[in-house]
Protein backbone atom coordinates (compact mmCIF):
# COMPACT_ATOMS: atom_id res chain seq x y z
CA UNK A 1 0.00 0.00 0.00
CA UNK A 2 1.35 3.53 -1.09
CA UNK A 3 1.85 6.06 1.60
CA UNK A 4 1.44 9.54 0.60
CA UNK A 5 4.71 11.66 -0.30
CA UNK A 6 5.00 14.20 3.42
CA UNK A 7 6.58 17.09 0.56
CA UNK A 8 3.37 16.00 -1.13
CA UNK A 9 0.93 16.55 2.00
CA UNK A 10 3.26 19.84 3.15
CA UNK A 11 2.29 21.26 -0.37
CA UNK A 12 -1.15 20.43 -0.08
CA UNK A 13 -1.61 22.36 2.96
CA UNK A 14 0.16 25.09 1.87
CA UNK A 15 -2.48 25.23 -0.88
CA UNK A 16 -5.22 24.44 1.10
CA UNK A 17 -4.38 27.20 3.81
CA UNK A 18 -4.07 30.10 0.71
CA UNK A 19 -8.00 29.78 0.36
CA UNK A 20 -9.00 29.97 3.93
CA UNK A 21 -10.83 33.15 4.91
CA UNK A 22 -9.06 35.40 6.65
CA UNK A 23 -10.08 38.16 9.31
CA UNK A 24 -8.67 41.32 8.55
CA UNK A 25 -10.43 42.57 11.74
CA UNK A 26 -8.95 41.14 14.76
CA UNK A 27 -12.36 42.04 17.64
CA UNK A 28 -9.62 43.66 19.73
CA UNK A 29 -7.75 46.88 17.53
CA UNK A 30 -7.11 47.99 14.61
CA UNK A 31 -3.73 45.84 13.47
CA UNK A 32 -2.93 45.53 9.95
CA UNK A 33 -5.35 48.79 9.26
CA UNK A 34 -3.80 52.59 9.17
CA UNK A 35 -5.87 55.79 9.02
CA UNK A 36 -5.94 58.65 6.44
CA UNK A 37 -8.04 61.22 7.88
CA UNK A 38 -7.18 64.90 6.51
CA UNK A 39 -8.07 66.61 9.95
CA UNK A 40 -5.74 64.78 11.55
CA UNK A 41 -2.66 66.67 9.46
CA UNK A 42 -3.04 69.98 11.37
CA UNK A 43 -4.52 68.60 14.93
CA UNK A 44 -3.46 64.78 15.57
CA UNK A 45 -5.51 65.26 18.99
CA UNK A 46 -8.59 65.03 16.89
CA UNK A 47 -10.37 61.97 18.16
CA UNK A 48 -10.17 59.08 15.95
CA UNK A 49 -13.59 58.28 13.68
CA UNK A 50 -12.68 54.80 13.89
CA UNK A 51 -12.45 52.83 17.11
CA UNK A 52 -12.97 49.32 18.40
CA UNK A 53 -15.88 48.99 20.91
CA UNK A 54 -17.89 45.86 22.42
CA UNK A 55 -15.84 44.06 19.50
CA UNK A 56 -17.05 45.64 16.61
CA UNK A 57 -14.89 47.86 14.56
CA UNK A 58 -16.42 51.59 14.60
CA UNK A 59 -16.73 53.66 12.22
CA UNK A 60 -18.03 57.27 13.61
CA UNK A 61 -18.28 58.87 10.66
CA UNK A 62 -16.46 62.21 11.81
CA UNK A 63 -14.04 63.32 11.09
CA UNK A 64 -13.86 61.88 7.92
CA UNK A 65 -11.22 59.73 6.70
CA UNK A 66 -10.43 56.01 5.38
CA UNK A 67 -9.04 53.22 7.35
CA UNK A 68 -6.95 51.40 5.10
CA UNK A 69 -5.59 47.77 5.14
CA UNK A 70 -1.19 47.95 5.48
CA UNK A 71 -1.79 45.32 2.53
CA UNK A 72 -2.60 45.37 -0.98
CA UNK A 73 -4.61 42.33 -2.70
CA UNK A 74 -5.99 41.06 -5.81
CA UNK A 75 -8.42 38.28 -6.98
CA UNK A 76 -10.09 37.74 -3.47
CA UNK A 77 -13.68 37.36 -2.33
CA UNK A 78 -14.77 40.12 0.73
CA UNK A 79 -17.21 39.45 3.05
CA UNK A 80 -18.64 42.52 4.99
CA UNK A 81 -20.84 42.37 7.54
CA UNK A 82 -21.88 45.96 8.67
CA UNK A 83 -25.55 47.74 9.61
CA UNK A 84 -26.12 52.06 10.74
CA UNK A 85 -26.91 51.22 14.54
CA UNK A 86 -28.75 54.98 14.69
CA UNK A 87 -29.65 57.35 11.98
CA UNK A 88 -29.42 56.08 8.20
CA UNK A 89 -26.36 57.54 6.36
CA UNK A 90 -23.28 57.17 3.95
CA UNK A 91 -20.33 54.61 4.32
CA UNK A 92 -18.61 52.84 1.51
CA UNK A 93 -15.76 49.78 1.05
CA UNK A 94 -12.72 51.10 -1.39
CA UNK A 95 -11.58 48.13 -3.49
CA UNK A 96 -8.32 48.63 -5.45
CA UNK A 97 -7.26 51.63 -3.49
CA UNK A 98 -3.41 53.30 -4.29
CA UNK A 99 -3.05 57.04 -4.38
CA UNK A 100 -4.13 58.84 -0.91
CA UNK A 101 -6.29 61.86 -1.49
CA UNK A 102 -6.53 61.43 -5.08
CA UNK A 103 -9.94 62.83 -5.52
CA UNK A 104 -11.24 66.21 -4.03
CA UNK A 105 -7.68 66.00 -1.71
CA UNK A 106 -10.00 63.09 0.52
CA UNK A 107 -10.39 60.16 -1.18
CA UNK A 108 -7.73 57.11 -2.33
CA UNK A 109 -7.31 55.87 -5.81
CA UNK A 110 -9.88 53.11 -5.95
CA UNK A 111 -13.63 51.90 -6.99
CA UNK A 112 -16.09 52.59 -4.38
CA UNK A 113 -18.79 50.63 -3.35
CA UNK A 114 -21.52 51.96 -1.96
CA UNK A 115 -23.04 51.26 1.74
CA UNK A 116 -25.11 54.29 1.84
CA UNK A 117 -28.22 53.26 3.30
CA UNK A 118 -30.67 53.18 0.26
CA UNK A 119 -27.97 53.10 -1.95
CA UNK A 120 -25.93 49.60 -0.59
CA UNK A 121 -24.48 48.25 -4.39
CA UNK A 122 -23.61 51.04 -6.15
CA UNK A 123 -20.58 51.98 -7.95
CA UNK A 124 -18.45 55.40 -7.60
CA UNK A 125 -15.17 55.73 -9.67
CA UNK A 126 -12.59 57.04 -8.12
CA UNK A 127 -9.85 58.15 -10.31
CA UNK A 128 -10.17 54.54 -11.62
CA UNK A 129 -13.20 53.14 -13.99
CA UNK A 130 -15.15 50.39 -14.59
CA UNK A 131 -17.90 49.10 -17.33
CA UNK A 132 -21.06 47.51 -16.94
CA UNK A 133 -23.78 46.75 -18.75
CA UNK A 134 -27.04 49.30 -19.76
CA UNK A 135 -24.34 51.72 -18.94
CA UNK A 136 -26.03 55.05 -19.88
CA UNK A 137 -29.19 54.17 -18.05
CA UNK A 138 -26.82 53.21 -14.96
CA UNK A 139 -24.88 56.59 -15.36
CA UNK A 140 -26.15 59.48 -16.85
CA UNK A 141 -25.22 60.82 -20.78
CA UNK A 142 -21.67 59.26 -21.93
CA UNK A 143 -19.96 63.03 -22.51
CA UNK A 144 -20.61 63.24 -18.53
CA UNK A 145 -18.79 60.53 -17.67
CA UNK A 146 -15.46 60.85 -15.66
CA UNK A 147 -13.39 59.22 -13.18
CA UNK A 148 -12.61 62.96 -11.73
CA UNK A 149 -14.01 66.09 -9.83
CA UNK A 150 -17.14 67.13 -11.64
CA UNK A 151 -18.11 63.94 -14.04
CA UNK A 152 -20.73 61.48 -13.64
CA UNK A 153 -18.75 59.10 -11.47
CA UNK A 154 -21.61 57.13 -9.83
CA UNK A 155 -23.04 53.39 -11.48
CA UNK A 156 -26.38 52.60 -9.71
CA UNK A 157 -26.60 49.37 -8.57
CA UNK A 158 -29.50 46.30 -9.73
CA UNK A 159 -31.86 46.35 -7.08
CA UNK A 160 -33.62 48.87 -4.04
CA UNK A 161 -34.75 46.58 -1.72
CA UNK A 162 -31.83 44.49 -0.62
CA UNK A 163 -30.86 45.99 1.88
CA UNK A 164 -32.11 45.12 5.12
CA UNK A 165 -34.15 47.48 7.96
CA UNK A 166 -32.41 49.97 9.23
CA UNK A 167 -30.54 48.64 12.55
CA UNK A 168 -30.38 45.10 11.28
CA UNK A 169 -27.26 43.81 10.26
CA UNK A 170 -26.12 43.84 6.29
CA UNK A 171 -23.77 40.94 4.22
CA UNK A 172 -21.66 42.56 1.46
CA UNK A 173 -19.58 40.31 -0.38
CA UNK A 174 -17.21 41.88 -2.64
CA UNK A 175 -15.74 39.30 -5.39
CA UNK A 176 -12.57 40.93 -7.47
CA UNK A 177 -11.09 38.74 -9.99
CA UNK A 178 -8.77 40.26 -12.72
CA UNK A 179 -10.78 43.67 -13.53
CA UNK A 180 -14.28 42.18 -12.94
CA UNK A 181 -15.76 43.53 -9.74
CA UNK A 182 -19.19 41.86 -8.71
CA UNK A 183 -21.07 42.56 -5.37
CA UNK A 184 -24.52 40.67 -3.74
CA UNK A 185 -26.12 42.70 -0.78
CA UNK A 186 -27.91 39.59 1.58
CA UNK A 187 -27.69 37.37 -1.16
CA UNK A 188 -28.90 39.50 -4.33
CA UNK A 189 -26.70 40.23 -7.17
CA UNK A 190 -26.60 44.22 -6.88
CA UNK A 191 -24.19 45.27 -9.34
CA UNK A 192 -21.49 43.50 -11.45
CA UNK A 193 -19.00 45.03 -13.79
CA UNK A 194 -15.53 44.36 -16.16
CA UNK A 195 -12.72 46.41 -17.65
CA UNK A 196 -11.96 48.05 -14.26
CA UNK A 197 -9.00 49.89 -14.47
CA UNK A 198 -6.71 48.84 -11.64
CA UNK A 199 -6.63 44.80 -10.62
CA UNK A 200 -5.24 45.08 -7.47
CA UNK A 201 -4.94 47.48 -4.25
CA UNK A 202 -5.64 48.29 -0.35
CA UNK A 203 -9.08 47.79 0.92
CA UNK A 204 -10.31 51.04 2.50
CA UNK A 205 -13.19 51.83 4.96
CA UNK A 206 -14.91 55.13 4.66
CA UNK A 207 -15.90 57.70 7.91
CA UNK A 208 -18.49 59.84 5.69
CA UNK A 209 -20.73 61.53 8.41
CA UNK A 210 -22.38 58.44 9.79
CA UNK A 211 -21.92 56.22 12.35
CA UNK A 212 -21.74 52.30 11.21
CA UNK A 213 -20.51 49.02 12.94
CA UNK A 214 -18.43 46.79 10.98
CA UNK A 215 -18.30 43.28 12.55
CA UNK A 216 -17.05 41.15 10.17
CA UNK A 217 -14.15 41.76 7.31
CA UNK A 218 -13.00 38.62 5.70
CA UNK A 219 -11.26 37.97 3.15
CA UNK A 220 -10.46 34.82 0.97
CA UNK A 221 -8.35 34.73 -1.93
CA UNK A 222 -9.81 32.88 -5.16
CA UNK A 223 -7.90 30.98 -7.39
Known sequence: MKTTSPILIFLIAILCSCNQPKDLFNGKDLSGWHMDVPAMDENPEVESPFIVRDGLLVSLGEPRGHLITDNEYADYKLEVEYRFAG?????????????????????????????????????????????????????????????????????????????????????MTIECKADSVQVWVNGDLVNAGYNCTAQKGRLALQAEGAEVEFRKVTLTKLQ
Not at 121 to 127: A, E, K, L, T
Request: glycine share 10%; hydrophobic share 30%; with cysteine.
Open 87 to 171: EPGNCGVLVHASTPRALYNMFPQSLEVQMQHGDAGDFWCIVEDITVPNMESRRGPKDNWGITEGKERRIKNLTDDSEKPLGEWNR
